[in-house]
């Protein structure tokens, strides 16, 4: 695994180097067929999860730094390499063999050191560009849709410029022609308005709460 690390720091500006280690490192944490089945008391799930949010973050922070690259080039140089990195986040958060509050817990940044690496290469991506790589797509949307399910938390304490970006993308994929990606906006949509339910939910509760013990006091 070092050796792969050290090749994303001298070489991620070289797709024909990032783009098989990537590959294989999107492939080594995907849960396929659950085939990733630790002990419960086993670390290994939190130490492969530490090596794919070192991995990210390492290729994230440097291929940001690349500057303008022409645009009959871009997806070669940088989205693909970017749009891999989508998918392995995805893959890893979803693969059902990482407890994610043990790193909060521990005070552990490596889940809040990937997330917020994604949101660093979501804001480095035109919008337009989104819809019109497909592969770049389907990762982007399965992620968020992950991220939308299980970690609405982080999503709801980005930046207000962040989430419209991202309420933005999620109604130009509403209206795309691929299927899988129509369909994950819906169902990230859904989570979204089922999150924002649950919170106003619960703050009227509390707000009705008082009242009603002052009107059971004044009953008595």
């Known amino acids: 695994m070092p050796i792969l690390q050290r090749a994303i720091e001298l070489w991620y500006h070289v797709p024909a180097c990032t783009t098989p280690v990537l590959k294989l490192m999107a492939e080594l944490v995907h849960n396929r067929s659950q085939r990733l089945q630790f002990d419960v008391s086993s670390p290994n799930g939190i130490l492969l999860f530490r090596e794919t949010s070192k991995m990210i973050t390492t290729y994230g922070n440097r291929i940001l730094t690349i500057g303008e690259v022409p645009k009959d080039q871009v997806y070669a140089l940088k989205l693909k390499g970017i749009s891999t990195c989508f998918s392995m986040l995805k893959a890893v958060l979803s693969g059902n063999y990482v407890n ?6 521990y ?4 889940l809040d050191n990937a997330l917020q690496t994604f949101i660093k290469l979501l804001l480095s991506i035109p919008q337009s560009d989104l819809l019109d790589y497909p592969k770049l797509s389907q990762s982007y949307y399965s992620l968020l849709e992950v991220l939308t399910q299980d970690h609405m938390n982080f999503i709801a304490s980005l930046e207000p410029h962040v989430i419209m970006y991202i309420l933005s993308s999620i109604s130009e994929g509403l209206t795309a022609l691929d299927t899988m990606v129509c369909t994950g906006c819906c169902s990230s949509l859904d989570h979204i308005v089922t999150y924002l339910f649950k919170q106003l939910s619960r ?18």
């Not at 005070?107 to 490596?110: V, Y």
């Not at 703050?203 to 009953?219: I, V």
Request: positive net charge; contains cysteine.
């Open 100 to 105: 994610f509050g043990v790193f909060r817990l």
């Open 203 to 220: 703050s009227t509760k509390k707000r009705a709460a008082p009242c009603r013990r002052r009107a059971t006091a004044s009953c008595t």
């Open 107 to 110: 005070g552990d940044d490596a």
